[in-house]
């Protein structure tokens, strides 16, 4: 998932609120890891290439996923594109160089 995204510039973000249901639905001791990767790529996976194939999100998108409890459904919300462009990024920071 991540590569696919990764390759089409798509940033995913994800609420505490689908950690939490991820954690919950995919708890299996009996399996494993198993049923928690079938419940992401069912819940997650298959959710952002439906939205991808409607349009909803695409090359360049930066979404949020959330877990909407009152209709049990994921929940894409788009992130607003950040308005600091001229701030230096973290990493340039982290390695002593001057900010602008």
């Known amino acids: 998932m991540a590569r696919i995204a990764r390759g089409q510039d798509i940033q995913l973000q994800f609420d505490d609120t689908i950690v939490d249901h991820l954690a919950t639905q995919g708890y299996r ?3 494993g890891a198993r049923e928690l990767c079938r419940q992401i790529q069912q819940v997650i996976e298959n959710a952002l290439a439906k939205e991808m194939l409607a349009g909803k999100v695409s090359e360049g998108s930066k979404v949020r ?3 909407d409890e009152a209709t049990s459904q994921v929940v894409f919300d788009p992130v607003a594109a950040s308005t600091d462009a ?3 990024p973290e990493a340039s920071r982290a390695q002593g ?4």
Do not use: A, H, I
Not at 97 to 100: G, H, I, L, M, S
């Open 29 to 31: 001791p009996e399996f």
């Open 65 to 67: 996923y959330r877990y």
């Open 86 to 88: 001229g701030r230096q």
């Open 97 to 100: 160089q001057p900010q602008p």
